[in-house]
């Protein structure tokens, strides 16, 4: 006869049993996936309320029906008067002058810090010799690029939060997002992020259906804004404000939608790569930085409106618009199915709280239609 104590078996160590598989000790935390039928008739469903937009959009760019080719004509002629570089089309102008003015408030910040402004020789100093010299390289380097002798922990974040206000504000925001997304479940995140795919690639597509106007929205309150953010750096009346919202504000939508054969001027291309490399903790904000084109989002951009001999060219903007229909239409089939299988299985908290709550309300039934012999 034992002579332990009730509670003994509660506190022994439980040694493994060579003779059980690990999944039979340890069944996977998640629902059985469902039948094979009933998925597929989720994600056609699911296709149907996904794939919405994407065949008049289809329709609208391969149709030959009159109606359909005029649109497409029309649309190639709108924004052939909106860019056109001489006489002079609306947008291309707005462009021009936007992008003028940054660089122009761009390259007072590379001359070398000892006066709000510097000279056409001071401007064409090289990169080398105006490292750690220049206003752009000292703000850079005061807020987002701290030397590692500050720092006094081994989590270079927590010193930067300390010396360097502007990185830990991102770094804030970016560890926040984490911790968003690791709080997500697993079928519930994968929905979340594919929904936000399709929905930019379906704003890409309407964007290239008027890119005249969806460029000149995106320049949106440049010149205005540079106006503002050049005399204040001048001044020097919040200086770093102004340089942040030079650098985070007006540069991203004017690097967007700058042709691919109008390079930065005045060593402003260099700056933007420095900028670049001191977001290496941020990738998103390090995308901003890339141009239109380079994004792989279906951002708008100026792209060539005539061949090399001067003819009329709409293939180039149709290459486009084709481009970013298929990443829709791909975008919205992988939309459906992780639709279908979070419906059927969902995983998110306020879904499992109800199913657990239930399980606790009914568990006696349950436990009885289980165990007792079926009434006679």
Known sequence: MSTGSQDSNCQSETKPDPDCPPELKHPPFDDEAP???????ARK??????TQGIADATDDLFSSEPDKVKKRNDIFKKYKTDIAPEPGGPVRAKFEKAIGMFESAMADLLCEDKST??????????????????????????????????????????????????????????????????SLATRELALRDARNTTKGWADAFKAWSDPGKSIEDTIGSSI????????????????????????????????????????????????I???SSALVDFPERKRVLCSGKARKDGSVYLIPVSSEDGKDDPMPLQTERKG????????????????????????????????????????????????APPTP
Not at 35 to 41: A, H, K
Not at 45 to 50: D, E, I, K, P, V
Not at 148 to 171: A, I, V
């Open 35 to 41: 039948d094979p039928r009933i998925l597929e008739q």
């Open 45 to 50: 469903a699911a296709l149907a309320s996904a």
């Open 117 to 182: 402004t510097c000279s056409a020789e001071e401007r064409q100093m090289p990169s080398a010799d105006k490292e750690k010299k220049t206003r752009f390289d000292k703000w850079l380097h005061e807020q987002l690029d701290p030397p590692t002798y500050l720092c006094d922990r081994p989590e270079p974040p927590y010193c930067y939060w300390k010396f360097m206000p502007l990185y830990g504000l991102f770094f804030r925001k970016k560890q926040v997002g984490r911790r968003l997304d690791e």
């Open 224 to 271: 205005g804004d540079l106006e503002k953010i050049n005399a204040d750096i001048l001044s020097n009346t919040n200086a770093d404000y102004a340089i942040y919202r030079l650098l985070f504000e007006v540069a991203p939508r004017l690097i967007q939608v700058a042709p691919a054969d109008r390079p930065l001027k005045n060593g402003v291309g260099q700056a």
């Open 273 to 275: 790569l420095r900028l």
């Open 324 to 371: 970013v229909l298929e990443a829709w239409t791909i975008s919205a089939e992988k939309l459906a199915e992780a639709d279908a299988d979070f419906t059927l299985r969902k995983d998110d908290a306020p879904s499992l709280k109800t199913r657990f709550d239930t399980l606790v309300q009914t568990e006696a039934k349950l436990v009885q239609d289980l165990l």
